[in-house]
């Protein structure tokens, strides 16, 4: 919120649905001559709105109020703001709500709207509202910066970033918006030529994509702007001239094809490079841009600049998470009769990894090893203490023909001295084929969620044996075993409890819901009953990530 406001360019602050300021940029503690130690938790009616006589004004003839509570978009003028050296300060401001991401708010931009003598305006002197200008007026210009600000902070995605940009500016501004990128590779991308079709906004996609690239050489207006050299107006005569280069005569088609009689054409640069350009257009029907035009334009294209360059960062970061992620969580091995699958999804808003983990793989004795487990965390430390878990878990379960309770008291004590793990759960199985079709689950849990069995017909109950504490406590306690027979046709679940678990749903709730729903499925495809369990279990507010592995045994028609 903070960034946000010291972003928009003007005198602003934040209040929440009671009216208290929140936040407050260092513009605005300027002009109010007020800290922010001073305004911040105040009722910003009654600390600063005051008639021009330097009365209080109740709040029911507050302007502000009716949009305040309408949540609505609201400006004004000819108002009066009380500064802290008793003086009156003219002001024009606007409202709109304002999204913290935890609560409603509402934003105030407000500007000096026309100058004192001395910065001093004394009670029951002669208020004279300052005319408005040509165009946009700057309280307008104001409200257009913050609201670009609002809008195009409050995404990651740059595709959507680019959509509410062109919301934003046309036809506001200019009839047509063009967007050029440059990407990774350093190529160009025309990725968006709108034009304002009456309500609606049309997409010429005819005219976008891949352009030629850009040359040190050229000196027309895309050129310099892609280059990030300056901003320039531009015109149909612009381009007529004998071409630079490849991207002159594809400048040249635009103005053609759209019909553009001005343009203003200026780099979106952000604060480590220079990311494209925007160029805004207007027909014959409307005025034509101006030098004046260009620092408003420029501040506009220095926030979209910096929001796509985030949206890069983010996308960036997560598609390296996601090649990660899948580099962490194993293929599952063919086990000569037994279905396996497994699924994982990341805490919302996480980073595409976490703490949670399944495995399963051969033992050197031919049983099959499976294992669920939970890393405190989901991020990128979580991950990385997660595939050290499961690493030295494979090597002492292939080294050592040990009972499932011997294996992870071994993998306890490594955790304990060799990891920066803090605790994670987790469950460790060996499952062994008995002639002539049988299947045992031999298993020790460590603090996790008990294993879920699922009879053919539907009969579903927990596997509460086996239970200790979870790992990384330092305490040295024997770990029991359990063992059960697994029915043909069964299904056994292991699973994390993001599956279950969130903060307005407790344990017992979520393994209810999960029984009940686990034993609905049990006679679907196993890959169909792990995807739908996971959509009608999973709480709407996890706010954590879930692994799941489930393994299906054959039916006993299906041995022979």
Same mark, same amino acid.
């Given at each position: 919120?903070?960034?946000?406001?010291?972003?928009?360019?003007?005198?602003?602050?934040?209040?929440?649905? #009671?009216?208290?300021?929140?936040?407050?940029?260092?513009?605005?503690?300027?002009?109010?001559?007020?800290?922010?130690?001073?305004?911040?938790?105040?009722?910003?009616?009654?600390?600063?709105?005051?008639?021009?006589?330097?009365?209080?004004?109740?709040?029911?003839?507050?302007?502000?109020?009716?949009?305040?509570?309408?949540?609505?978009?609201?400006?004004?003028?000819?108002?009066?703001?009380?500064?802290?050296?008793?003086?009156?300060?003219?002001?024009?401001?606007?409202?709109?709500?304002?999204?913290?991401?935890?609560?409603?708010?509402?934003?105030?931009?407000?500007?000096?709207?026309?100058?004192?003598? *001395?910065?001093?305006?004394?009670?029951?002197?002669?208020?004279? $509202?300052?005319?408005?200008?040509?165009?946009? /007026?700057?309280?307008? !210009?104001?409200?257009?910066?913050?609201?670009?600000?609002?809008?195009?902070?409050?995404?990651?995605?740059?595709?959507?970033?680019?959509?509410?940009?062109?919301?934003?500016?046309? $036809?506001?501004?200019?009839?047509?918006?063009?967007?050029?990128?440059?990407?990774?590779?350093?190529?160009?991308?025309?990725?968006?030529?709108?034009?304002? &079709?009456?309500? &609606?906004?049309?997409? +010429?996609?005819?005219?976008?994509? $891949?352009?030629? =690239?850009?040359?040190?050489?050229?000196?027309?207006?895309?050129? #310099?702007?892609?280059?990030?050299?300056?901003?320039?107006?531009?015109?149909?005569?612009?381009?007529? *001239? =004998?071409?630079?280069?490849?991207?002159?005569?594809?400048?040249?088609?635009?103005?053609?094809?759209?019909?553009?009689?001005?343009?203003?054409?200026?780099?979106?640069?952000?604060?480590?490079?220079?990311?494209?350009?925007?160029?805004?257009?207007?027909?014959?029907? %409307?005025?034509?841009?101006?030098?004046?035009?260009?620092?408003?334009?420029?501040?506009?294209?220095?926030?979209?600049?910096?929001?796509?360059?985030?949206?890069?960062?983010?996308?960036?970061? !997560? #598609?390296?998470?996601?090649?990660?992620?899948?580099?962490?969580?194993?293929?599952?091995?063919?086990?000569?009769?037994?279905?396996?699958?497994?699924?994982?999804?990341?805490? =919302?808003?996480?980073?595409?990894?976490?703490?949670?983990?399944?495995?399963?793989?051969?033992?050197?004795?031919?049983?099959?090893?499976?294992?669920?487990?939970?890393?405190? *965390?989901?991020?990128?430390?979580?991950?990385?203490?997660?595939?050290?878990?499961?690493?030295?878990?494979?090597?002492?379960?292939?080294? +050592?023909?040990?009972?499932?309770?011997?294996?992870?008291?071994?993998?306890?004590?490594?955790?304990?001295?060799?990891?920066?793990?803090?605790?994670?759960?987790?469950?460790?199985?060996?499952?062994?084929?008995?002639?002539?079709?049988?299947?045992?689950?031999?298993?020790?849990?460590?603090?996790?969620?008990?294993?879920?069995?699922?009879?053919?017909?539907?009969?579903?109950?927990?596997?509460?044996?086996?239970?200790?504490?979870?790992?990384?406590?330092?305490? %040295?306690?024997? %770990?029991?075993?359990?063992?059960?027979?697994?029915?043909?046709?069964? /299904?056994?679940?292991?699973?994390?409890?993001?599956?279950?678990?969130?903060?307005?749903? *407790?344990?017992?709730?979520?393994? %209810?819901?999960?029984?009940?729903?686990?034993?609905?499925?049990?006679? !679907?495809?196993?890959?169909?009953?792990?995807?739908?369990?996971?959509?009608?279990?999973?709480?709407?507010?996890?706010?954590?990530?879930?692994?799941?592995?489930?393994? !299906?045994?054959?039916?006993?028609?299906?041995?022979?």
């Amino acid at each position: 919120m903070t960034a946000a406001l010291a972003a928009i360019g003007a005198a602003a602050y934040v209040v929440d649905d #009671k009216g208290c300021i929140i936040a407050v940029n260092i513009r605005a503690q300027r002009l109010l001559a007020r800290s922010a130690e001073e305004l911040l938790g105040r009722d910003a009616h009654d600390l600063l709105h005051r008639d021009a006589h330097g009365h209080t004004i109740p709040a029911s003839r507050c302007t502000m109020r009716p949009a305040f509570h309408a949540r609505c978009t609201a400006q004004a003028a000819g108002e009066w703001f009380l500064r802290g050296d008793d003086s009156l300060l003219p002001v024009s401001w606007l409202l709109t709500p304002f999204g913290t991401g935890t609560q409603e708010a509402t934003l105030v931009v407000f500007h000096r709207e026309r100058p004192l003598a *001395g910065d001093v305006h004394r009670p029951d002197s002669d208020p004279r $509202p300052q005319p408005a200008a040509e165009g946009l /007026t700057e309280l307008e !210009r104001l409200a257009l910066l913050a609201e670009t600000t609002t809008t195009l902070t409050s995404t990651l995605d740059a595709q959507e970033t680019q959509r509410r940009l062109v919301t934003l500016l046309v $036809p506001r501004l200019a009839d047509w918006a063009v967007i050029d990128l440059i990407t990774e590779g350093a190529e160009v991308w025309r990725t968006a030529v709108v034009h304002a &079709a009456g309500s &609606a906004l049309a997409h +010429h996609e005819e005219l976008e994509g $891949p352009m030629p =690239p850009v040359t040190e050489a050229s000196a027309m207006p895309l050129s #310099k702007a892609l280059r990030g050299v300056a901003s320039t107006l531009a015109g149909p005569t612009t381009y007529q *001239g =004998p071409p630079d280069s490849g991207i002159a005569v594809e400048q040249r088609r635009l103005f053609e094809t759209t019909g553009i009689r001005s343009a203003a054409i200026v780099p979106l640069r952000s604060t480590r490079d220079v990311v494209g350009a925007l160029t805004l257009g207007r027909g014959a029907e %409307r005025a034509a841009f101006t030098s004046g035009d260009l620092p408003l334009i420029e501040d506009i294209a220095r926030r979209a600049a910096l929001a796509l360059d985030n949206a890069r960062l983010y996308q960036r970061q !997560r #598609k390296v998470a996601q090649t990660m992620q899948s580099h962490l969580l194993p293929r599952l091995p063919s086990l000569g009769g037994l279905e396996m699958t497994a699924r994982y999804l990341p805490a =919302p808003g996480a980073s595409q990894v976490g703490g949670d983990w399944y495995d399963a793989f051969r033992l050197s004795d031919g049983a099959t090893a499976l294992t669920i487990g939970d890393v405190v *965390g989901h991020d990128l430390e979580a991950a990385a203490g997660m595939a050290q878990v499961r690493n030295m878990l494979r090597a002492y379960a292939w080294a +050592h023909q040990d009972p499932p309770s011997r294996i992870v008291e071994r993998l306890d004590e490594a955790v304990t001295h060799v990891t920066n793990v803090p605790m994670a759960t987790m469950i460790f199985a060996r499952v062994e084929r008995e002639e002539p079709a049988d299947w045992r689950l031999r298993w020790t849990n460590a603090g996790h969620p008990p294993p879920l069995l699922i009879t053919r017909g539907g009969a579903a109950h927990y596997l509460n044996d086996g239970h200790g504490i979870l790992l990384g406590t330092g305490t %040295r306690t024997p %770990r029991p075993d359990a063992t059960v027979l697994l029915p043909p046709g069964s /299904t056994l679940v292991l699973y994390t409890d993001g599956l279950i678990e969130t903060h307005r749903h *407790g344990l017992d709730e979520g393994l %209810r819901r999960l029984g009940r729903h686990a034993a609905a499925l049990a006679q !679907r495809p196993l890959t169909v009953f792990a995807d739908q369990l996971l959509r009608r279990v999973r709480p709407s507010d996890n706010d954590d990530d879930v692994a799941l592995l489930a393994l !299906r045994t054959p039916a006993a028609d299906d041995i022979g």
